[in-house]
């Protein structure tokens, strides 16, 4: 039996976000219909709406008028989800909001799923991904070679929404099984833009600088070859930095390099172009340095490394022909989510029974995840981050760290954001007796997840097999770059490795030079997937008794994140491409610079296209719609915005029905009213580096939220904590510290001597 097989699933979605969540639940067998307008779901050409309505039945209603607002009534009565994207206001307009469904249907699920906040002026705009990234600060923390904000070509806020959405879902329906008792779940766009591109900032420490293009640290960048042709040198970390040196015939000069970055690069930039990037891939690789071309996307996903991971599917389609897809992003060894179809129209929905109306007399609070136990051998930010999401959903999380610690440990806001809400653990895997302490914990632990290289976790003993022999009900989840079967399955791989062969970056460059996405794209999807995956483990887990393995990948995220850009077929249209300093797509949809700002403006129709040009009195030509982004109408609309207030500016637009927004700098994010009145941020205290502000989570439960997230641990600093709860005996924690297996925090950022005061124990 599937994770979710018998789940009844009244999807009332549209575009990417909403579809998403409930394709993925369907991939594990939920059953999903899908209620549309008369006019269809508004991405329905889209080459995209196959994948994110796949598996699924989909029937025409017009909630406008009676009966088919009957039919949609009688349909949630019958299922145990609920899932909507209205904006604010309409929901209860028509009968269909979080506090009259429930109320009626307490066992339902009602998940809402709004394209930006729950509230306030912005709220209220039709789904755009240019306007959310605006208003998040997200499209001016994009790496840029002058001062603007830059239009993501791919919709990342939307897909991070939509994962995390699956995810909320499945762990309010975990915690239905506890209590009988459905709840109202938010998963906001703002949500997504939490998850994706997050927004954190120490306020004793200075902001980070913004990046460049091609990246700024010249360890971790594009690079030209000779025969004009880029790759990206993924050397984050120090040993591969060597070891780069080192095939390039500088061990000498490398201590004398390292830390001055200007030289470094200017040295590398003249190297790599001597000779071709296969020439020099081939002999990175052979020394095991982490490196990747840059390839367009349709290579990638029609490449043997994709096939080979078992990650490229086809289906028949009576239009298309064959249509190929993106597989399910995570292999779930017991209860494996699949694709049966594509998406089914039916003259009507189906007839579900009504499920019953009376609630259990109790109706427990407790965070959904409450009392999962999570051991986090994750490190970077896939592996940690999941940790974070998991956390946020109400599990005890614990990060397990070695000595030399998680190699992307520090005090900058990334780290702190990736890594907050758990406890860390100090424990060396290689010292005597801590692979059997970390077997003892695993005995009572519910997950196990790790970011290994493949074999690491057999060669430390504490692989599947031997978690399973002391936990069958343990969930075990390994995440790695290539996937664990192919030529490559071995590899090390990092984030922008997977963007630049899977086509993200040629398609952030458009028709120039590629782009490093500033947002790490598969990190975040692998931990946004982990965590959607491990929920449907734990639902798996309840019914049957047992846990299971599940295998990811940023391979797996690189076609996830792009699904509706990956969908192929004969004659598909192309896909929209980016280029130098992206403002936007079209004319009538990018950024603008007003006297004091950015604003975003994004016209889809005629009629506010028209509505644009009578607003600002300027001509935009018989089809403004298809004038390019940089062209003689955007000209127009440069020189007639440039002189103007964005505030009145947007009040003039919005008021003409012109869908418009301001495109916020980070900072202005931080402290913006519009995001604090959505709950967007939260000001917290770390205890060593003082007043912090970072995104306040990733999903809102409405009868049992998840209460005071833990600050970012220190290495080690819950180490004895941990440990007793873990019911160790202070004589045997003593021992253990004694013997180098466990250490503790020395309460500065580093490790304790050991042994601690008894005392401490």
């Not at 490229?312 to 694709?339: D, K, Y």
């Not at 075990?476 to 990092?494: T, V």
């Not at 975003?600 to 982004?629: F, K």
């Not at 700098?665 to 007043?691: C, I, K, T, V, Y």
Request: proline fraction near 8%; charge should be negative; hydrophobic fraction near 45%.
């Amino acid at each position: 039996m599937s994770a979710y097989k018998g789940v009844r699933i009244a999807d009332f979605s549209q575009g990417v976000a909403g579809p998403m969540a409930a394709m993925l639940l369907g991939d594990f067998e939920a059953e999903v219909v899908k209620v549309e307008p008369p006019g269809g779901d508004r991405w329905r050409d889209h080459p995209g709406y196959l994948a994110f309505n796949r598996n699924k039945q989909v029937a025409t209603l017009d909630l406008e008028t009676p009966a088919g607002l009957a039919q949609a009534k009688a349909l949630i009565a019958g299922a145990d989800v609920a899932l909507f994207d209205h904006a604010p206001g309409r929901l209860e307009a028509l009968g269909l909001d979080a506090a009259t469904l429930t109320a009626a249907h307490p066992a339902l699920v009602h998940a809402w799923m709004p394209p930006y906040g729950t509230s306030g002026a912005w709220s209220g705009l039709p789904a755009h991904h240019s306007l959310l990234g605006g208003l998040t600060g997200a499209a001016f923390r994009q790496g840029a070679n002058a001062d603007v904000p830059i239009h993501l070509i791919i919709p990342v806020l939307w897909y991070a929404q939509g994962v995390m959405g699956s995810a909320a879902i499945g762990a309010a329906l975990l915690e239905r099984t506890r209590s009988g008792r459905g709840q109202a779940v938010t998963v906001s766009g703002l949500h997504g833009a939490a998850e994706a591109s997050g927004a954190a900032r120490a306020l004793l420490q200075p902001p980070l600088p913004r990046g460049t293009p091609p990246g700024a640290n010249p360890r971790y960048r594009l690079y030209q070859c000779a025969d004009g042709e880029w790759f990206f040198l993924g050397t984050l970390f120090t040993n591969f930095y060597r070891k780069a040196f080192e095939v390039l015939g500088l061990e000498d000069a490398f201590d004398a390099l390292e830390m001055d970055m200007l030289a470094a690069r200017d040295l590398l930039e003249g190297i790599f172009l001597t000779r071709t990037r296969d020439e020099w891939l081939e002999a990175l690789r052979a020394n095991d340095v982490p490196c990747g071309p840059v390839r367009r996307r349709e290579t990638w996903f029609a490449s043997e490394t994709v096939a080979e991971a078992g990650m490229r599917l086809t289906f028949p389609h009576a239009r298309h022909g064959a249509v190929a897809m993106p597989a399910p992003p995570a292999r779930l060894s017991e209860t494996p989510a699949s694709i049966r179809g594509l998406p089914e129209a039916v003259e009507a929905p189906p007839q579900w029974p009504a499920k019953p109306a009376s609630p259990p007399a109790a109706a427990p609070t407790a965070a959904p995840l409450a009392g999962v136990k999570v051991l986090n051998l994750g490190t970077v930010i896939a592996g940690a981050f999941a940790g974070a999401l998991l956390s946020d959903l109400g599990a005890d999380v614990i990060k397990v760290e070695p000595p030399e610690a998680d190699p992307f440990r520090s005090d900058g806001p990334g780290f702190l954001m990736y890594n907050r809400g758990s406890r860390a653990l100090g424990l060396n895997l290689r010292a005597p007796g801590a692979r059997e302490l970390f077997l003892e914990m695993a005995r009572t632990a519910d997950v196990v997840i790790d970011n290994y290289r493949l074999g690491v976790r057999a060669k430390l003993g504490i692989d599947y097999e031997a978690l399973r022999a002391v936990n069958p009900r343990i969930i075990s989840c390994s995440i790695n770059a290539y996937g664990d079967q192919g030529q490559r399955a071995a590899l090390p791989g990092f984030d922008p490795l997977l963007q630049a062969e899977g086509g993200m970056q040629a398609a952030q460059g458009g028709e120039g030079d590629p782009i490093l996405l500033t947002i790490p794209m598969n990190d975040v999807a692998t931990a946004s997937v982990v965590t959607s995956s491990v929920v449907a483990a734990l639902h798996a887990r309840g019914r049957t008794g047992v846990g299971q393995e599940i295998k990811t990948s940023l391979l797996a995220q690189s076609l996830l994140f792009q699904l509706g850009e990956m969908v192929t077929y004969d004659g598909r249209p192309p896909n929209d491409l980016g280029g130098e300093d992206c403002l936007g797509v079209r004319a009538t949809h990018r950024y603008y610079a007003c006297a004091d700002g950015w604003i975003g403006i994004a016209c889809d129709t005629d009629a506010e296209a028209h509505a644009l040009g009578q607003a600002l009195d300027v001509d935009l030509g018989p089809a403004p719609l298809l004038a390019p982004r940089d062209g003689e109408v955007a000209e127009r609309l440069e020189a007639a915005l440039a002189g103007r207030e964005r505030g009145p500016l947007l009040q003039s637009l919005l008021a003409a029905g012109v869908p418009a927004a301001p495109v916020l700098r980070s900072a202005e994010a931080l402290q913006d009213p519009w995001l604090l009145e959505n709950g967007f941020l939260d000001a917290w205290e770390h205890a060593r580096l003082g007043p912090m502000i970072t995104v306040r989570g990733y999903a809102d439960f409405a009868r049992t939220p998840v209460l005071g997230r833990r600050p970012t641990p220190d290495i080690g600093e819950h180490t004895v904590e941990v440990l007793r709860d873990w019911g160790i005996e202070p004589a045997r924690i003593q021992a253990l510290l004694q013997a180098g297996a466990v250490f503790a925090s020395d309460g500065l950022g580093g490790i304790a001597p050991a042994p601690l005061p008894a005392s401490a124990t």
